[in-house]
Structures are given as C-alpha cells and as structure tokens.
C-alpha cells in the first residue's frame, strides 16, 4: 500500500484560506438567518450571531401577517415559473434551426442577434413600446419583452450544434416535422444546457427589479423584490404603516422584521438551486467549447 503523502505548507496554507474565503462568504447570510430566528428585544443587542439569541419566530409571524407579501409571492412565482418556461421553449425553438447548417439565412440571422447583445433600443423606446401593447402595470410585461436572451440562445445554439446529427437524421426518415423532432428527441437529450439555462433564466426572474419599478403600479400586482424594497426602506404605503403599529405593540424591532424579509425571498431560489446544480457547470461548460 502506497503512503500518503504529507501535504506541504503550501497547500495548506491554499486550505486555509479557502476556508477563510467560504466563511466571510457564508457568515452574512448566517448572520442574517440567526438575527432573523433571535428574540427581537435580544437581538437588538446587536454584535455577531454565529447561534441565534432567545430563538424565537416572532418576526416570521409579524411579516406574514402582511396579506402582501402573499400577493408578491404569488406575482413572483407567477413569472417565475410562467416566464422560465416561456424563455426556455422559445429560445430552444431559435437556437434549434439554427444550430442546422444546412438553414438558409442562419448566418445573417446569429448575427442580427448578434447584434442585440451590444446594443439595444434602451430604456425609453422599450418602455414606449410595452406601454403601446398595453402591458403596463400588467405581469406579462415582466416576461414577454424579455422572452429571449441572446446569451442564452447562443450556449442553446451551440449544445444543439455539438449533438450528433444522426439523431435529426434518424427522426426525418421516420417521418417526423421538425418540431416532433426537437420536442420529442433533440429536447429530451439535452436536459444538461436545459437546467442550466432554466437556472439562469429563473435567477434573473426571482432576482430582476427594475422593470417591475417601471411597469408595476398596482399595489396588488407588487413583486417580493419591490416588497423587500419596501420593507427595507419602511416606505410609507398602507402595508408597512400598519405593520409598523403592530410592531410598536408587540415591541419587535424593524430590523428583525427586515431579517426575516430577506430570507423570506432568498428561500425558494435556495431550495431550487441544489436540483439543478448538478447540471449547472456541466451544461454551460459543453454549451460554450462545441460547435
């Protein structure tokens, strides 16, 4: 049996400040999580919170006792999955034609997509144009504008060119139109740059804000990272000002309360992410060096 070797200082010394690196990266987030299950009124003593202090869930049943963050949930997990699957069917239905090199027009049409990478209409003319399809202050305005990412369609692209093109070929000789053929066996088979571009596509939906500040306006159509914003900020709408009285009774401090908000919107991304992580490297890494 070979002896192990003894690991040299240098690598050591690599392992330590990995590890370093991993706990200054993980310590806000558990800072956050041990602040938001404290008592409120021990948890104003401020300092570090490596254990909770007094656990407690009196911040969690202060912020959902506000009907709004359950309107923002059910916004939120409506575009979510709503616009996920809308962006992955559509870009898959681009990049497949053409990933084909016998497609006449595939080159001058990459490159007029291509092209929106580096510029783009900006933020007025897009707004102007959303506002004439009378989507304002509607949900569909948080997907459909957005429904295909360039970057995204080009990792699609290129997974759908390093396929083995017998599998089209086999499809056509029985008969099959092309979309039987992506839906039924070129789909089936790239699950890999699919998790992956669902990752990414999920990501950015949970996380965007910026357009449902211009195209929101309804209280009631409100997404969890404008409620985030307002329940950081305590702004001064009629959801917050009645929260803020029954925080002054209960003697629960805002702070709490805006810790149990970050990680009240940070959960489902966080119970996602390990399903499709596996195919997360995986699926950009061959997406990006084939074809």
């Given at each position: 049996?070979?002896?192990?070797?003894?690991?040299?200082?240098?690598?050591?010394?690599?392992y330590f400040?990995l590890?370093?690196?991993?706990?200054?990266?993980l310590y806000?987030?558990w800072?956050?999580?041990?602040?938001?299950?404290?008592?409120?009124?021990?948890?104003?003593?401020?300092g570090?919170?490596?254990?909770?202090r007094?656990?407690a869930?009196?911040?969690?049943?202060?912020?959902f006792?506000?009907?709004?963050?359950?309107?923002?949930?059910?916004?939120?997990l409506f575009?979510?999955?709503?616009?996920?699957?809308?962006?992955?069917?559509?870009t898959?239905?681009?990049?497949?034609?053409?990933?084909?090199?016998?497609?006449?027009?595939?080159?001058p049409?990459?490159?007029?997509?291509?092209?929106?990478?580096?510029?783009?209409?900006?933020?007025?003319?897009t707004?102007?144009?959303?506002n004439?399809?009378?989507?304002?202050?509607?949900l569909?305005?948080?997907?459909?504008?957005?429904?295909?990412?360039?970057?995204?369609?080009?990792?699609?692209k290129?997974?759908?060119?390093?396929?083995?093109?017998?599998?089209?070929?086999?499809?056509n000789?029985d008969?099959a139109?092309?979309?039987?053929?992506?839906?039924?066996?070129i789909?089936?088979?790239?699950?890999?740059?699919?998790?992956?571009?669902?990752?990414?596509?999920?990501?950015?939906?949970?996380?965007?804000?910026?357009?449902?500040?211009?195209?929101?306006?309804s209280?009631?159509?409100?997404?969890?990272t404008i409620?985030?914003r307002?329940?950081?900020?305590?702004?001064?709408?009629?959801?917050?000002r009645?929260m803020?009285?029954?925080?002054?009774?209960a003697?629960i401090?805002?702070?709490?309360?805006?810790?149990a908000?970050?990680?009240?919107?940070?959960?489902?991304?966080?119970l996602?992410?390990?399903?499709l992580?596996k195919?997360?490297?995986?699926?950009?890494?061959i997406?990006?060096v084939?074809?």
């Amino acid at each position: 049996m070979r002896k192990r070797q003894p690991v040299g200082w240098g690598l050591g010394l690599l392992y330590f400040l990995l590890s370093l690196i991993t706990a200054a990266t993980l310590y806000p987030f558990w800072h956050v999580l041990m602040y938001s299950v404290s008592d409120p009124k021990l948890a104003m003593g401020g300092g570090l919170f490596l254990l909770p202090r007094g656990f407690a869930f009196d911040s969690y049943e202060m912020l959902f006792r506000n009907s709004s963050i359950f309107h923002a949930y059910s916004n939120s997990l409506f575009r979510l999955f709503v616009g996920t699957l809308i962006n992955v069917t559509l870009t898959a239905m681009l990049a497949y034609p053409l990933s084909i090199r016998r497609f006449m027009g595939r080159t001058p049409i990459t490159l007029l997509i291509f092209f929106t990478m580096l510029f783009n209409g900006g933020m007025i003319p897009t707004y102007l144009l959303v506002n004439n399809l009378g989507l304002v202050d509607s949900l569909w305005a948080l997907i459909v504008p957005s429904a295909i990412s360039a970057w995204n369609f080009f990792i699609m692209k290129n997974y759908f060119q390093g396929l083995p093109p017998e599998l089209e070929e086999s499809a056509n000789m029985d008969g099959a139109t092309p979309l039987r053929t992506l839906f039924s066996i070129i789909l089936p088979v790239s699950m890999p740059v699919i998790a992956a571009i669902s990752l990414f596509y999920g990501v950015w939906h949970w996380n965007s804000y910026f357009d449902a500040v211009l195209y929101l306006h309804s209280q009631d159509k409100q997404i969890l990272t404008i409620f985030l914003r307002s329940m950081m900020s305590f702004s001064a709408t009629e959801s917050t000002r009645s929260m803020n009285d029954s925080m002054t009774i209960a003697n629960i401090s805002e702070e709490s309360v805006k810790m149990a908000t970050i990680i009240a919107t940070m959960l489902p991304m966080l119970l996602i992410y390990p399903f499709l992580q596996k195919y997360f490297v995986k699926g950009v890494l061959i997406g990006s060096v084939k074809g």
